[in-house]
């Protein structure tokens, strides 16, 4: 079982900055990445960012590239998500996630935090 903790969510103007925290308390098994996907009210969960662990290759999606930067180290069970440059549409609830098995972006995780609310104002 792999438990996900965030932190670091918070209120910030537009064209500011947040750092995310995810810390995963690894047991019997081990991941083979970790990333951050959002959801608005009204929209469908969307991808964010992933880390693979074995390369260290990250993934971002579309609307952050450029903006968000994903880092962190296996050893540590713990990834981060620099925010910057910030939007009133990058308004959501942030959830960590990490997956067994990782193969591309679209591949299901397989485990999910709780959830972190991030608030740009314009």
């Known amino acids: 079982q792999v438990q996900l903790v965030e932190s670091g969510g918070g209120l910030v103007q537009a064209g500011g900055s947040l750092r995310l925290s995810c810390a995963a308390s690894?047991?019997?098994?081990?991941?083979?990445?970790m990333g951050w996907f959002r959801q608005a009210p009204g929209k469908e969960r969307e991808f964010v960012a992933v880390?693979?662990?074995?390369?260290?290759?990250?993934y971002y999606g579309d609307s952050v590239k450029g903006r968000f930067t994903i880092s962190g180290a296996d050893a540590k069970n713990t990834i981060y998500l620099q925010m910057n440059s910030l939007k009133p549409e990058d308004t959501a609830v942030y959830y960590c996630?990490?997956?067994?098995?990782?193969?591309?972006?679209?591949?299901?995780?397989?485990?999910w935090g709780q959830g972190t609310q991030v608030t740009v104002s314009s």
């Open positions: 996630a990490a997956w067994s098995a990782f193969l591309q972006p679209t591949t299901p995780p397989g485990y």
């Open positions: 690894r047991r019997t098994f081990s991941t083979s990445a």
């Open positions: 880390i693979r662990w074995r390369d260290v290759n990250t």
